[in-house]
């Protein structure tokens, strides 16, 4: 889908480098393997990102392990080219008659970079801003000496918070202690009033009753089970079961659940209570009410499922999202019968744990019950539980004038069935959803449902704060308890409501009507402080299911409600940390290399294929045997690997790299096929100039400038470009360069030149990719629908006019004006351009948006700072060519502004309409016919041959 990434930093590494001259050495060792040096900083950390720069993919349906070795391949492939000046790639899929690079020493190379913590495919997402993991942020000093100052105020907030004060811990711990006995609720536990008399399993799982009144689960785990606990108690008057579904080092991880992962999903808890005096007398308990102090979050699974008696849900509760190596932590519920239950003479209490939903072999490892009273105050301070939301729609029926008032049947629901059918639409669940935050519904006129359950320990009210796009009419249990119809953009508290609950489950359905465009909704219930947060309920708890960490979230939220001082620090802290988090945000991350903690085995790939490992030929990290070996103390890493390419071991790097250079600068290196310095390469023109050459680079410690200045004082480089017929005759290819070689300019330097010599060249350093001007639509054409890159956002200002190496560069859509003179797309690394001349370059010269306003900028220039038309033109040319101008060409050139004046002089819109090119803007009081004269001889000198070739 060639999504956006983020890996700009390591750019402005490389630029960093070069401007302070970096040892060549210390610049290849840091961008192979800069993560691995030891205490390694974060520059050589994003200095490894020159090993992500590799095409990925996230196309669903691809393989991982098929991307996982294209990475590692492309990555071998580029190594090779690069500092080697070999085509190792030849060797993937079998050996070759004449290679001394076999195929084992192929993947010897592989095996040094298929172990980066990385998937295979990406997973899709909008933010086309995100660098692909492995990541780091890379702040630049401003901001990580702004979030240093954020975390030390964010700390002693949190230190002042925290800090004791005992009258208010006097204050918190009377008011905990004093909870159970304000509700009304006294416990009944095993041992202390309840006696465990059986345990049961539906499905063979084996049940012992543990001395603390657990019962735990083993052998068989079945993928569906239901376990039968009986219960026997001499209390009357209960209301409460309290579940303790408590760690045990015999389950897996020691977690909750039996599930290979640790998990657990309790689909159902049903219960009867049986008379132990008279057994006909049965009670059979509804339950309308639970909690619980943990609900898994990636779905609706909460704990109110469980009293749902429909499988489909449950109450999940994310065991297996704990990090490995943190101590397991237990689970409680409570759930609430609408009837008191125990009778005289003894009750025996039946509770059924049914571990029936989708989710195979999910049941809880070891359980507790005990059994509680609560009375009516406590109800009352008792908060509602609510299910997660559900939508259905959009329905379409009706145009914006009617749809409000037309019904579409979820309205009238008085209960949330899932199973029942709207126009063939059916209720979803919409995790996007949440409390207090704006979710989007669907787009166009028409209706969508958002619905939910409540469920209230007793008859209360409910105020609801409310926002929607565009109406809204809002139904309780089937009836219309508020409505407002209006066309808006959702916000949050646009409306406030108040709704009155039944005992038990309440069906609130949201009908968000849209007149058009986008539809969204907005919720959110205000907590009474007529009842309990919902973290302070676990101080009624069963006092051994009151876990330390239980115990901290009640005093937090106690301190929440009534202390002031807590509050105010809190509002501190949250601002703080909105203010780290939205520094944050503007950090850019970047793509780094970070080694597996265990090495993936290697094996030579039969074919190359990706699925055909072959297992009798396991390889090791290795350099190819016809070039040496590594030293028996290197690390057997990628650091181990750039240490002998920089080495003296290692006879081609210095070769490769100065080869390069003097292509840069003579257009074809020593060695002309500077991809490949092997059999199938060309032999160098000069081999001893090629060896002093790699020497010098060497002993002078890796000194790039140096070589640079070496090669352009040199007689070779300062040579005319006249074409010596005596020496063309013996050299038709001018390998022995008896003259300088003429040489298009690339497309970058073109681009750059055009700019600077109007003077709109921005030549700030460093950071994000940019958007200059471009052809509309071009993206949306070849990009994906779903494609965080479908659509191009041109920038403004500067990012218009900065350095073309800032340009954002799409592989499936590459810059066009680049493309077409010669630039490479970048799906591959690419060691030597070819450059053409077409007439498709001639039309990007002088038609291209870039380069017509380039020219005004020169035209403009000139016409300030020269004052006549010989001046002028003697500038405007030596600006373009660095060259003096003769006679000849001025008096051309005079000619030629001469036509384009007559074309101007009575054409006005004409001239308009050319100036009109760009953003940059046309300085005030200049004559515009005059200027759109100058511009198109501008523009015939920036394209002409003496401006992008180099002689």
Known sequence: MDAGRSIWPWRDWVLNAYRTNMPFDEFVIEQLAGDLMPDATESQKIASGFNRNHVTSDEGGAIDAEYLVEYAVDRVNTTGSVFLGLTVGCARCH?????PVTQEDFYSLVAFYDNNEEPGIYSQSQNPNRAHEPFMAAPNAEQSGAMQELRAGLAAYQAERDAPNPEEDGQRAAFLAGLTSRAGVTWMTPGAGVDVESAESGAGTTLTIQP????????????RDVTTLTLGTGATGLRLISLEAMTDPSLPFGRVGRAPNGNAVLAAIEAEAVSVVDPTRTQKLRFTWAWADVEQENGDYRVTN????????GWAVGAHFEPEGQKPRGRTALFLSDEPFGFEGGTRLVVRLRYDSVYAQHSFGRVRLSLGTIDDAGLALLPPAAGGYYRVGQFTTGDRDTVFDTSFGPEQSAGLDLSAKFDDKMWRYEGGIMDGAPAALSNGVGVDYVAREVFAPTERSLDLSLGSDDGIRLFVNGAEAFSNRIDRGVLPDQDSATVRLARGANTLVYKIVNTGGPSGIYSRSIESDAVLPH???????????????????????WRTRFSPRYRELSAQIAAQNEAIAKLDAEIPRTMVMKERAMPRETFVLTRGQYDHPDKARPVQRAVPRVLGSLAPDAPKNRLGLAEWIMSDEDPLVARVTVNRLWEMLFGHGIVRTSEDFGYQGEWPTHPELLDWLAVEFRDSGWDVQHMLRLMVTSSTYRQAARVRPDAKELDPENKLLAY???????????????????????????????KPYQPEGLWKEVAMPQSNTRLYQRGMGDDLWRRSIYTYWKRAAPPPAMLTLDAPTREFCTIRRMSTNTPLQALVLWNDEQFVEAARAAATRVMQEAQNDGDRLALLYRLCTSATLDPGRHDALAAALADFRRRYQDNAPDAAALLAEGDSPVPDGIDKQELAAWTLLASAILSSDATIVKN
């Open 535 to 557: 973290d302070i309920v676990a101080a009624v708890l069963p006092e051994g299911a009151r876990r330390p960490e239980l115990q901290e979230l009640a005093d937090a939220a």
């Open 306 to 313: 469980a009293i749902d008696p429909s499988p489909a849900r």
């Open 95 to 99: 050996d070759h008659k004449f290679d």
């Open 740 to 770: 300088y070689p003429r040489q298009r300019l690339t497309a970058e330097e073109i681009r750059d030149q055009a700019l600077y010599v109007g003077g709109l060249l921005v030549e700030k350093l460093g950071g994000p990719s940019v």
């Open 212 to 223: 603390d009144g657990s019962v735990l689960s083993s052998g068989a785990n079945p993928d």
